[in-house]
């Protein structure tokens, strides 16, 4: 069906809608179609290749590019499903309302198989135009997939309206729209009914549940004169009947404040065990953990004796691993800079003397740890003494803004045998290892992940040798 059309604009504005043939897609979730006049559109829930009316939501004649969201579709692509798998994402219904869609399933019009060729398209390319590589590649789907995609979130993070209703923002939007339920969380999380409570006074909900049926736990970010007694006292209609963990904290505040149950939950991986803070970082696929503390360690092949470094190391999920492998008579540095996880890291690798874990930014870890002498013939090397074994192996899973040149530069100077790289960013990624190919690098292997099915987004794991 076609949705209803706003008012037309007066002759000088721009046009509210535009029937576009869409081109291939970009990064980011977006397909690219050009206006008759040549101008660049970047629309949202489409596919390449098909006929459709889009809606424009951010144009204007001095805007570089338009943007706008599918709102009809003309001529369909055969991998298009007949039903989007949540509606409030899906703009062919919101835009009848007059209402933009959420965000957190922008590619929930798409059969998998099209959605993962889809990041297959752009990892390729960007790591074609920004790090020089010829690399065709797969994307692959995660260990026991829901064959839509659905169900694989272990976190989600909320918004609160005025009205005290959890809700999500649209694309590029501070509006909240109200939501009851989420189709991508695992069911531990959607059985909590958060749009049931009255969370005024709260700006941001966290939600976490281990994938194994650990207790989950709720943490509220709290306002400026919230109500703490109310939050409680509607709080503990959630925990009267069920085992779950709540904590709160106001901005400012030193740390949480526990009102149910426990301050972390408890995840596993492999034979290791890690109690991850309200606001620590954790892996949010379900299978993500156990599939990465296999995959990623292996990849950096540490060996027993040996001495490796793991960047951005979160809890440690990487670092266990490690320090599997190198064993007794080997060590692992861990740099995390974060002040909760990188102390859910300390705790976890209490009784380990061979594991040690440095908190701060990577870069100025770096730098005090290894210190590097004066360039020397256009190179630097680490000076002798800097507090630790130079690494044999390196690990890094930095945030989507990449490791970065000076990271980069300080990790050819250590030279070790072997990097992994793990990427949730494909732009930040390719950057990266142009510096390092630049530097006479060799990427000798890249596999990507659909670790967030029905989004845009994709995991990479790359692994190079100097």
Known sequence: MTPSRPPAPAASAEPAELELRLGPVAHGGHTVARTGEGRVVFVRHGLPGELVRVRLT????????????????????????????????????????????????????????????????????????????????????????????LGWRTRAHFAVDPAGRIGMHPHRSAAVVPVDGFPLVIPAIDDLRLGRLDLRGAERVDVAAPADGGTPLVHLGLAAGADRHRLRRELARLTADRDVSVTARAEGQRGPETWAGRPSVVEHAGPHRWEVSAEGFWQIHRAAPAL??????????????????????????????????????????????????????????AGRPAVRVERGSVDKVLARTWPLDAPARGRRRPARGG??????????????AGAGRTVVDQLVALAPRRIAYLACDPATLARDLGRFRRAGWHVRSVRAFDMYPNTHHVETLAVLEP
Request: net charge negative; glycine share 10%; no cysteine.
């Open 58 to 149: 951010d144009s204007g004649p001095a805007a570089r590019f338009w943007r706008g969201d599918v709102v009809d579709v003309l001529q369909a692509d055969a991998h298009r499903r007949t039903e989007h798998v949540w509606a409030p994402a899906d703009p062919l219904l919101t835009w009848r309302r007059g209402e933009p869609p959420v965000g957190g399933a922008e590619f929930g019009h798409a059969e998998l198989e099209a959605q993962r060729a889809l990041k297959a398209a752009v990892v390729t390319e960007q790591l074609t135009r920004l790090a020089g590589l010829e690399a065709r590649i797969a994307v692959e789907p995660m260990p026991g997939e829901d064959p839509r995609g």
């Open 292 to 349: 990465l503390h296999q995959e990623v360690p292996a990849a950096a092949g540490a060996r027993p004796g040996e001495h490796a470094l793991d960047l951005y190391a979160g809890a440690g999920l990487f670092t266990a691993a490690l320090a599997d492998a190198v064993g007794e008579a080997g060590t692992v540095v861990a740099v995390e800079g974060s002040p909760v996880t990188s102390a859910d890291a300390r705790s976890a690798f």
């Open 387 to 400: 507090g630790a074994a130079r690494p044999d192996v390196v690990v890094l899973d930095p945030p989507r």
